[in-house]
């Protein structure tokens, strides 16, 4: 492609709203053009460059045994009504009436039609197993789209499905992909780690993430300082102090005017906030519901969710709090009727604690659980910080910040058993279809190579996701015979299967080597009356500050070399 002909033009300055590099860097190179908020155009450099990513991951689905497909992005309300995720999906679905009147939305997942795919097809054992996949259009209304394509409303996602007999067969389908997206984001120039991850509204029993560490990143992922483990903060546990359980004292009741915070509280007492029983009103599906936790650790919502089934909580307001007959900055589950009450199992790994009396101004000595007070609900709620013990006992946790870019989870029969996709075994029986489902951002994949791969003058792209492999850049082409040095090197370098982008416009070395930069293309090669006179051609490794003079008979061979 000659810079000439090719559309976009690059800018010196990004837009005002863009937020971070990669969202800079993609407009100001003419990679994408923003049309609304979280939903942009790909132009031919940055269209040029997700092909690649596209092509990268076909190939190894493929090798993995999975078969493309392709499913409609509008989609029947029914099929969600089925699974039952229409009314909680989050952010609600996109929905709108056809002119039958009938109930349609834009996907933003594709759970639903692949469950029901199978089912029309599966009736037998052997039938399974199988892996199907797609490159399709997604669209989630996100409140706030952000980082260009980050975060956006309209995206493209690889999206797999596999569909077996059994367990086992589930495991072997998992790991098939798993492996399958180490070789992709490999290939990729990514270097990523995998996660622990929770599996949010897509459901399922187990779940795994690929974040590519970036400080620009917006999940947080604790890491152990001494082995592999590794998990998001939504998802990520840690050992908890446990403390001698001692002579069980008898509960007294003392005045503490002022004393509002657990802080305060321990402060007042002389005790660290281990000896604290901290008190949190969280509203849960209309009712208001208090949670029980060591007063060292904090409630991790996304777990408390999931203790919940599903139920989102939110903090419940003081007038909600009031309204429920409930004493803020005094409370505790001692005595109370009628409020569902949650525990953290931290509270069982200690004794006489310290709590709310439920009576304003007033604490209470040497509550201890479940002497005192009761759980409708026990289990692990706490959030998991850095320094906190790792869960395999190796290490202290450490917090890096991250850029999600695949998800895997094991959806067992989540959907399978909802929507009727079942299968007669060996014996006549039937059962349910279980399931995995495997997603990746392709445009996320770019953005974050970009957060990932940049410098003060534009991007570095991996080689194998730019958009082109050299930016020939052509000087003093007013003379006839650079010029024709020229075509003839822009011939040669395509002829050996390298993708060029020949910069054969009418502008100075300086406007060529600077979009030549900030494209981020892995290698300039300049030719130029001052070139030639030195030996030949200039090449450079968009990494490196310095060039080298090549004689024109071995630029191909230095340039293969760059690329590696």
Same mark, same amino acid.
């Given at each position: 492609?000659?810079?000439?002909?090719?559309?976009?033009?690059? &800018?010196?300055?990004? $837009?005002?709203?863009?937020?971070?590099?990669?969202?800079?860097?993609?407009?100001?190179?003419?990679?994408?053009?923003?049309?609304?908020?979280? *939903?942009?155009?790909?132009?031919?450099? =940055?269209?040029?460059?997700?092909?690649?990513?596209? !092509?990268?991951?076909?190939?190894?689905?493929?090798?993995?045994?999975?078969?493309?497909?392709? /499913?409609?992005?509008?989609?029947?309300?029914?099929?969600?009504?089925?699974?039952?995720?229409?009314? %909680?999906?989050?952010?609600? &679905?996109? %929905?709108?009436?056809?002119?039958?009147?009938?109930? /349609?939305?834009?996907? $933003?997942?594709?759970?639903?039609?692949?469950?029901?795919?199978?089912?029309?097809?599966?009736?037998?054992?052997?039938?399974?197993?199988?892996?199907?996949?797609?490159?399709?259009?997604?669209?989630?209304?996100?409140?706030? $789209?952000?980082?260009?394509?980050?975060?956006?409303?309209?995206?493209? /996602?690889?999206?797999?499905?596999?569909?077996?007999?059994?367990?086992?067969?589930?495991?072997?389908?998992?790991?098939?992909?798993?492996?399958?997206?180490?070789?992709?984001?490999?290939?990729?120039?990514?270097?990523?780690?995998?996660?622990?991850?929770?599996?949010?509204?897509?459901?399922?029993?187990?779940?795994?993430?690929?974040?590519?560490?970036?400080?620009?990143?917006?999940?947080?992922?604790?890491?152990?300082?001494?082995?592999?483990?590794?998990?998001?903060?939504?998802?990520?546990?840690?050992?908890?102090?446990?403390?001698?359980?001692?002579?069980?004292?008898?509960?007294?009741?003392?005045?503490?005017?002022? *004393?509002?915070?657990?802080?305060?509280?321990?402060?007042?007492?002389?005790?660290?906030?281990?000896?604290?029983?901290?008190?949190?009103?969280?509203?849960?599906? =209309?009712?208001?519901?208090?949670? %029980?936790?060591?007063?060292?650790?904090?409630?991790?919502?996304?777990?408390?969710?999931?203790?919940?089934?599903?139920?989102?909580?939110?903090?419940?307001?003081?007038?909600?709090?009031?309204?429920?007959?409930?004493?803020?900055?005094?409370?505790?589950?001692?005595?109370?009727? =009628?409020?569902?009450?949650?525990?953290?199992?931290?509270?069982?790994?200690?004794?006489?604690?310290?709590?709310?009396? !439920?009576?304003?101004?007033?604490?209470?000595? !040497?509550?201890?659980?479940?002497?005192?007070?009761?759980?409708?609900?026990?289990?692990?709620?706490?959030?998991?910080?850095?320094?906190?013990?790792?869960?395999?006992?190796?290490?202290?946790?450490?917090?890096?910040? =991250?850029?999600?870019?695949?998800?895997?989870?094991?959806?067992?029969?989540?959907?399978?058993?909802?929507?009727?996709?079942?299968?007669?075994?060996?014996?006549?029986?039937?059962?349910?279809?279980?399931?995995?489902?495997?997603?990746?951002?392709?445009?996320?994949?770019?953005?974050?190579?970009?957060?990932?791969?940049?410098?003060?003058?534009?991007?570095?792209?991996?080689?194998?996701?730019?958009?082109?492999?050299?930016?020939?850049?052509?000087?003093?082409?007013?003379?006839?015979?650079?010029?024709?040095?020229?075509?003839?090197?822009?011939?040669? &370098?395509?002829?050996?299967?390298?993708?060029?982008?020949?910069?054969?416009?009418?502008?100075?070395?300086?406007?060529?080597?600077?979009?030549?930069?900030?494209?981020?293309?892995?290698?300039?090669?300049?030719?130029?009356?001052?070139?030639?006179?030195?030996?030949?051609?200039?090449?450079?490794?968009?990494?490196?500050?310095?060039?080298? *003079?090549?004689?024109?008979?071995?630029? *191909?061979?230095?340039?293969?070399?760059?690329?590696?």
């Amino acid at each position: 492609m000659r810079s000439s002909q090719l559309f976009g033009k690059t &800018l010196r300055q990004a $837009p005002g709203d863009a937020e971070n590099i990669s969202h800079k860097l993609l407009t100001r190179a003419g990679f994408i053009q923003q049309i609304a908020a979280g *939903i942009f155009s790909l132009q031919p450099l =940055g269209n040029r460059s997700i092909t690649k990513i596209r !092509n990268i991951i076909r190939e190894e689905m493929d090798r993995a045994g999975g078969q493309e497909i392709n /499913m409609p992005v509008i989609q029947p309300r029914d099929l969600w009504e089925e699974s039952g995720r229409a009314e %909680t999906f989050v952010p609600p &679905l996109a %929905t709108f009436e056809d002119r039958r009147e009938r109930q /349609m939305i834009i996907a $933003p997942t594709h759970e639903e039609t692949a469950t029901a795919m199978a089912r029309a097809s599966v009736t037998s054992y052997r039938d399974l197993p199988f892996t199907i996949y797609q490159i399709q259009t997604k669209f989630r209304d996100e409140t706030r $789209p952000r980082g260009g394509l980050l975060r956006v409303r309209e995206f493209e /996602m690889k999206d797999a499905y596999s569909f077996d007999a059994d367990e086992e067969g589930l495991e072997r389908s998992f790991q098939a992909m798993v492996a399958a997206y180490k070789r992709i984001f490999k290939r990729c120039g990514l270097d990523v780690v995998m996660v622990d991850a929770d599996s949010g509204g897509i459901g399922g029993k187990d779940s795994n993430e690929f974040v590519l560490l970036a400080e620009s990143g917006d999940d947080t992922i604790l890491m152990s300082d001494e082995s592999d483990y590794a998990a998001n903060v939504e998802k990520a546990e840690f050992i908890k102090k446990e403390f001698p359980i001692g002579n069980l004292c008898e509960v007294e009741e003392f005045a503490t005017p002022d *004393i509002k915070t657990i802080e305060a509280l321990a402060k007042l007492e002389g005790v660290s906030r281990s000896k604290t029983a901290k008190a949190v009103f969280y509203s849960v599906d =209309g009712e208001v519901v208090i949670v %029980t936790i060591r007063g060292d650790y904090d409630v991790n919502e996304t777990k408390l969710r999931n203790l919940l089934g599903g139920s989102v909580p939110r903090l419940a307001t003081p007038e909600e709090v009031k309204a429920a007959g409930l004493v803020a900055g005094s409370a505790s589950a001692v005595g109370l009727e =009628g409020v569902k009450s949650i525990v953290d199992d931290s509270i069982t790994m200690g004794s006489n604690y310290l709590a709310g009396a !439920n009576k304003e101004g007033f604490h209470l000595r !040497n509550v201890n659980f479940p002497r005192d007070f009761k759980a409708d609900i026990l289990g692990d709620i706490a959030e998991a910080k850095k320094g906190y013990p790792s869960p395999d006992g190796k290490g202290k946790l450490i917090a890096k910040r =991250g850029i999600e870019l695949g998800h895997v989870f094991k959806l067992g029969n989540v959907y399978s058993s909802k929507m009727g996709a079942r299968y007669t075994d060996e014996d006549g029986q039937q059962n349910d279809v279980l399931m995995g489902c495997y997603g990746i951002g392709i445009g996320r994949m770019l953005a974050a190579a970009v957060e990932a791969y940049h410098d003060d003058f534009g991007m570095v792209l991996p080689s194998a996701i730019a958009p082109y492999d050299i930016y020939l850049a052509g000087l003093n082409l007013e003379d006839a015979d650079i010029s024709g040095k020229a075509e003839m090197l822009y011939e040669s &370098l395509q002829d050996a299967g390298f993708d060029v982008l020949f910069d054969d416009r009418d502008a100075p070395p300086g406007v060529k080597f600077k979009d030549a930069d900030l494209m981020g293309i892995p290698v300039r090669v300049v030719i130029s009356s001052r070139s030639m006179g030195n030996g030949g051609v200039e090449v450079k490794a968009r990494a490196e500050k310095e060039s080298e *003079i090549v004689s024109e008979p071995d630029v *191909i061979e230095a340039v293969r070399k760059l690329l590696g």
